[in-house]
T-cell receptor, first 115, second 113 residues
Framework: GNSVTQMEGPVTLSEEAFLTINCTYTATGYPSLFWYVQYPGEGLQLLLK?????DKGSNKGFEATYRKETTSFHLEKGSVQVSDSAVYFCALANAGGTSYGKLTFGQGTILTVHP | EAQVTQNPRYLITVTGKKLTVTCSQN?????MSWYRQDPGLGLRQIYY???????DKGDVPEGYKVSRKEKRNFPLILESPSPNQTSLYFC????????????FGQGTRLTVV
């Protein structure tokens, strides 16, 4: 079956530090890969996505590249801000059958950025 | 504004007392689902629906029911809640294709005592 593994958290950084959150996946076929972000007290919202191998998703200074050879989709940002403090979820969606539209999530990584 | 609305946001109830969490979306999405979020486990799918009157079990359906009588609404029903159903619940909707974004409600924090 499908699975997503994220690096253990929580992650604590100072403002302007470089961020990497690792994500690896197991899936059959050709999944799409997503990063969702959950700000305190809110629901999840899409941060970025990539739908095929070697695609790079980007948004708000965050980037992630779909690496099929290493089954990875690591999230990076060159300079984090206090406002980036949130929980980050890596997820995949597969096609067809009972996987129709379903998202499989990693366990989430709590990011705290200090001034 | 495109949105998924869940109610209530917070709920404390007692074991065995039936409850319903409502979910409504205004994007005409066919695919809707319920997830529960627990520390260290991420989000796990409870039930999903591909269209009106079409529902099926997700990964953790025990103790839950759903219905889809209208396209916009997808309520989650706990007929006899137990303490192990204490969790944060999210409703989501999407076009259902693997490449499309899912939109989430703000969550319902349920405590069963």
């Amino acid at each position: 079956g499908n699975s997503v593994t994220q690096m253990e958290g929580p992650v604590t950084l100072s403002e302007e530090a470089f961020l990497t959150i690792n994500c690896t996946y197991t899936a059959t076929g050709y999944p799409s890969l997503f990063w969702y972000v959950q700000y305190p007290g809110e629901g999840l919202q899409l941060l970025l996505k990539a739908t095929k191998a070697d695609d790079k998703g980007s948004n708000k200074g965050f980037e992630a590249t779909y690496r099929k050879e290493t089954t990875s989709f690591h999230l990076e940002k060159g300079s984090v801000q206090v406002s980036d403090s949130a929980v980050y979820f890596c997820a995949l969606a597969n096609a067809g059958g009972t996987s129709y539209g379903k998202l499989t999530f990693g366990q989430g990584t709590i990011l705290t950025v200090h001034p | 504004e495109a949105q998924v609305t869940q109610n209530p946001r917070y709920l404390i109830t007692v074991t065995g007392k039936k409850l319903t969490v409502t979910c409504s979306q205004n994007m005409n999405h066919e695919y809707m689902s319920w997830y529960r979020q627990d520390p260290g486990l991420g989000l796990r799918q409870i039930y999903y629906s591909m269209n009106v009157e079409v529902t099926d079990k997700g990964d953790v359906p025990e103790g839950y029911k759903v219905s889809r009588k209208e396209k916009r609404n997808f309520p989650l029903i706990l007929e006899s809640p137990s303490p192990n159903q204490t969790s944060l619940y999210f409703c989501a909707s999407s076009l259902g294709h693997r490449t499309t974004e899912a939109f989430f409600g703000q969550g319902t924090r349920l405590t069963v005592v």
